[in-house]
């Protein structure tokens, strides 16, 4: 897998290199690092499953840009842009996604509303998601640096299957939620009933 994708498509108005770049100076090494596997992972799962690599690129590097972000910003960009005030009960487990796309728009100009949308639904995953968005749900869950029980399964269904790997990793997602008596945000829900449970959802 070329690590030097030439970005063609004006995703972004920038070069990859010059995205590095920025994404080097924004995020700590360990975060740093990891974005670089979750981009490396997406593009193999985009391969496989006929999803651009262009965007799978850009939203794997992208997709944790606003993570160091106080939590200010997201407020402040929660509050302009008039999003649901239910968010303000949430932290930045959950605002890195959902909030940060709109940072990643603003400040890297990223407009393709797939790409924000991976980047929105990447922690919480959605109802219905397109292939790019199950692509970075799951390259940011089971990249080579992850090490959880069950990253191993998590790898092999993916490899079978882009969306048994959605369903595998909202069901451990959820459980890990309750087990330790934290908030569960109402899309991770919507998530699993659309993903996992076998008479809800749609
Ligand atoms: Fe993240
Ligand atoms: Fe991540």
Redesign the pocket.
């Known amino acids: 897998m070329s690590k030097e994708l030439i970005y063609q498509q004006h995703f972004l108005p920038s070069s990859r290199a010059e995205l590095v770049d920025v994404l080097q100076h924004t995020l700590t090494k360990t975060r740093f690092e990891?974005?670089l596997r979750?981009e490396q992972t997406a593009l193999q799962l985009a391969l496989q499953n006929d999803v651009s690599l262009e965007k799978a690129s850009i939203a794997g590097l992208t997709?944790?840009y606003a993570?160091q972000r106080p939590n200010q910003d997201f407020i402040k960009v929660i509050q302009e842009n008039k999003m649901d005030p239910d968010l303000l009960n949430y932290g930045n487990a959950i605002w890195h996604g959902v909030v940060g796309a709109e940072l990643v728009k603003q400040e890297l100009h990223v407009w393709d509303e797939d790409i924000l949308n991976a980047i929105r639904h990447?922690t919480t995953g959605a109802q219905v998601m397109s292939k790019l968005e199950q692509v970075i749900y799951m390259a940011?869950y089971i990249e080579p640096g992850r090490d959880f029980p069950g990253v191993v399964e998590a790898r092999q269904i993916t490899q079978a299957s882009l969306s048994a790997g959605v369903a595998y990793q909202t069901k451990q997602t959820l459980q890990y939620l309750i087990e330790h008596d934290k908030a569960v945000y109402p899309k991770t829900i919507a998530t699993y009933n659309a993903w996992v449970a076998t008479n809800g959802g749609n």
């Open positions: 990891h974005v979750v997709h944790d993570k990447h940011d």
